[in-house]
């Protein structure tokens, strides 16, 4: 059975930082892409980062790029995710996801989600 649990959001200061986790299990988890996508309130899915921890392959939508940090750790079969300088924009439901063999940035393309964990930038 196919896992992905995310945890490590939070509320936090614009400027600030938090680093999300995603534990999987159920597949192996070197053999996969795996990606963070977000959901702000009211709009669509944006994809954030993509990795591929077998070979350490890593994407960033412009948005966040040289403020977050996508990493693996296939002893651990986790994801994470480490977000610096945190901006009120980055508020939103953050999703891991997963798929096999060729990389995407269309989530609808995914083939396993987790839950989310929710990031909330404020003052």
């Known amino acids: 059975q196919v896992q992905l649990v995310e945890s490590g959001g939070g509320l936090v200061q614009p400027g600030g930082s938090l680093r999300l986790s995603c534990a999987a299990s159920g597949f192996t988890f070197s053999s996969y892409w795996m990606y963070w996508v977000r959901q702000a309130p009211g709009k669509g899915f944006e994809w954030v980062s993509a990795i591929k921890t077998a070979g350490d392959s890593t994407y960033y939508a412009d948005s966040v790029k040289g403020r977050f940090t996508v990493s693996g750790d296939n002893a651990k079969n986790t994801l994470y995710l480490q977000m610096n300088s945190l901006k009120p924009e980055d508020t939103a439901i953050y999703y891991c996801?997963?798929?096999?063999?060729?990389?995407?940035?269309?989530?609808?393309?995914?083939?396993?989600w987790g839950q989310g964990t929710q990031v909330t930038v404020s003052s």
């Open positions: 996801a997963a798929k096999y063999y060729q990389p995407s940035r269309d989530p609808g393309e995914y083939d396993y």
